[in-house]
């Protein structure tokens, strides 16, 4: 008999230079930079000029899989479920390998969901333009 836990797998962090076309991934990171003197600290410490950068994690709504279309580093061309295609500055941007199986399974239910979405906004939109 499976233990449930055998079916657990981890992303994996990737390199610049790991990324492949055809993986699937998603946003760990994202980085941002801010000029020093929006923080109201000892100018002593840092010029005003000094870029301070935050570590974030990214929204909620970009943990979606992502497919790697084609990679010119320091950019990723990524298609998003919605159809619509994105590039990732990856100086700015941790991105995280998907297991294979993992990947294609959430992309079609993500795919699946907004379309659904999709189709149910455009049927809205049509009843109000139909109602005098």
């Known amino acids: 008999m499976k ?3 055998d079916e657990i797998t981890l992303v994996k962090t990737l390199a610049p230079e ?7 991934v998603v946003l760990m990171e994202k980085m941002y930079e801010l000029p020093s003197f929006l923080w ?10 000094e870029l301070v950068r935050l570590r974030c994690l990214p929204p909620e709504d970009e943990g ?6 084609s990679v010119c580093l320091p950019y990723v ?3 998003h479920p919605r159809q ?5 500055d990856i100086r700015r941007t941790k991105l995280a ?3 294979r199986s993992f990947g294609k399974q959430s992309w079609r239910l993500f795919k699946a ?3 659904k979405q999709k189709k149910e906004s455009r049927q809205f939109f049509r009843s109000l333009h139909r109602s005098p």
């Not at 619509?84 to 990732?88: D, E, F, G, N, S």
């Open 3 to 5: 233990h449930p836990l």
């Open 84 to 88: 619509l295609r994105k590039l990732i």
């Open 64 to 69: 979606i899989p992502l497919k790697v279309k």
């Open 18 to 24: 790991e990324i492949c076309p055809g993986d699937y």
């Open 113 to 115: 969901q907004l379309t």
């Open 77 to 79: 061309l990524v298609a």
């Open 97 to 99: 390998r998907l297991n």
């Open 40 to 49: 109201n600290t000892d100018s002593a410490m840092t010029s005003r000029e």
